[in-house]
């Protein structure tokens, strides 16, 4: 048996039956990133040591019984999440050597569920991006096709999920970058309503849109995951004060009496390619075979979403990343003359080019005569999407859509060309702009053998609805467990 191979629910079982030991599941895990890490670039960090200390623990805790679902089972968490003492990059220059002196409140909740952290994943720079390729420190690769890419920004994190370097990951999804790179590997990647999981620890980008969620191999492993993290923090203002349910109990077979909108803005969308297409025809069926009744919907202002949330989330981004500034922690320039330039120069070395892009749109979209003409209007866009899902939502427990209009392009296709990568979030932004949960689960593959993804979206803290028709089409679609040849 290759044991990185398992998914969480299956080694659960056997770590709690005493049939494998946590330290062997570990190794495992290290073994296998050490023969496919140079293929794919899924990692920034690894922990090796920290994470057999932590599998020697949990082998202790498993003896006693008793033990949690993730006790003992090594997973990766995206760089943009603070883990004390381990060096947090945020896939940047500017926080190369950065080591922050708490852990982020998912992370202290995953190691007192006795879970085993192998690794930091690689990410597009401070999550702006959607292919991964805005590391500074090196692109991830895609396990299904080197040459393309893994989606992002929460790419080095599918991408080690995919090719089995751990069992699990965590990402963060902002404009869809877990959902994106879920769909582009083949795997599951669940974003949480807003307020749903702490982000206390979670470098900001946006704040009003930024999520941390599961990246796993299976419906069932996100709901283990969900059940570690969620719930509210008093460390986080905008956690949502109440508690939440075990995920677990959603996950059934059929979906008599569930009723699917299928959004004509989604499903008939300019750019949409043939593929993907045809797989979402397949998806419709197999969900009205379950027993669910899929019926159109209009979602009018989708067209708005995207140029709305290239205004919101730069001039968040804008104010956030204001205090990277070389005074306080973080790479700092070297010889300045005055303060001024010391400012300047750390922020022009430091930040790479999509980062100081996203930062001069949000400080012009927040500037004194602009603001209320493409901050305000984009925040007004912003309700008027809110208000699409909540008519939608008052007749369909869920809306299913493709996730991307393409399966994973090529490395380099669209560097040059920025506003043909931000289109490829035109179907996973909404569901930011709005706050409500989305996942994707992977529906099939393209003609040249590339996974595609199903995002399905319900109302807000409604992660059961997601979870129950994620669940039931996974196991009638028969396409999770397919694996990249590596």
């Known amino acids: 048996m290759e044991l990185f191979r398992l998914t969480v629910s299956e080694a659960a079982d056997l770590l709690s039956r005493r049939e494998i030991s946590s330290r062997e599941l570990t190794l495992a895990a290290l073994s296998r990133i050490e023969a ?32 949690a679902p993730l006790c003992g089972i090594p997973l990766s968490v995206k760089d943009v999440l603070c883990t004390k003492g381990v060096r947090t990059t945020c896939g940047s220059k500017i926080l190369e050597s950065f080591f922050p002196p708490y852990d982020a409140t998912v992370v202290s909740r995953l190691k007192d569920a006795g879970a085993v952290i192998i690794g930091k994943n690689n990410m597009d720079e401070f999550a702006m991006g959607s292919s991964t390729e805005n590391s500074a420190f090196h692109p991830t690769r895609n396990p299904w096709d080197p040459c393309r890419i893994p989606g992002g920004s929460s790419g080095g994190s599918a991408a080690a999920v995919a090719a089995d370097m751990g069992l699990c990951s965590l990402g963060s999804d902002t404009g869809g970058s877990i959902r994106q790179p879920a769909s582009h590997c083949g795997v599951v990647g669940l974003k949480p309503s807003y307020g749903r999981v702490s982000r206390y620890g979670l470098v900001a980008y946006a704040s009003s849109l930024d999520q941390v969620g599961p990246i796993t191999k299976s419906v069932r492993d996100a709901a283990i995951l969900m059940n570690a993290i969620a719930g509210h923090d008093p460390k986080d203002s905008t956690s949502m004060p109440k508690s939440a349910p075990d995920f677990t109990e959603a996950l059934r077979g059929e979906l008599s009496g569930m009723t699917l909108g299928l959004p004509k803005e989604y499903m008939e969308a300019e750019g949409l390619a043939p593929d993907v297409a045809l797989l979402m025809e397949k998806a419709v069926k197999t969900l009205s075979e379950l027993g669910a009744s899929c019926v159109p919907v209009s979602l009018p202002h989708t067209g708005y979403a995207v ?40 922020r022009s070395a430091g930040f790479g080019p999509e980062v100081r892009r996203r930062i001069l749109l949000g400080t012009y979209a927040l ?60 179907f996973t932004v909404p569901a930011n702009l709005a706050g409500i949960p989305g996942i994707s689960v992977p529906c099939g593959f393209s003609a040249d053998g590339l996974p595609v993804g199903l995002q399905i979206m319900a109302d807000h803290f409604k992660e059961e609805t997601l979870l129950t028709v994620a669940h039931a089409f996974e196991a009638a679609a028969g396409v999770s467990g397919k694996k990249p040849q590596l």
């Open 36 to 67: 496919v890490e140079p293929k794919v670039g899924a990692f920034i960090t690894l922990c090796r040591e920290e994470a057999l200390a932590a599998a020697d623990a949990a082998d202790k805790a498993l003896a006693k019984g008793g033990a």
């Open 367 to 426: 500037s004194a005569g602009y603001y209320d003409a493409y901050y305000g209007k984009a925040s007004q866009v912003r309700t008027l999407i809110m208000r699409d899902f909540a008519r939608v939502f008052a007749s369909c427990d869920a809306v299913i859509s493709p996730v991307s209009p393409t399966p994973a392009f090529l490395i380099g296709e669209k560097c040059a060309d920025p506003l043909t990568m931000y289109l490829s979030d035109i």
């Open 307 to 346: 140029a709305a949330y290239y205004l919101i989330a730069p001039a968040e981004a804008s104010s956030n990343l204001a205090r990277y500034d070389g005074v306080k922690y973080g790479f700092r320039a070297e010889n300045p003359n005055d303060l001024a330039e010391m400012y300047k120069n750390t």
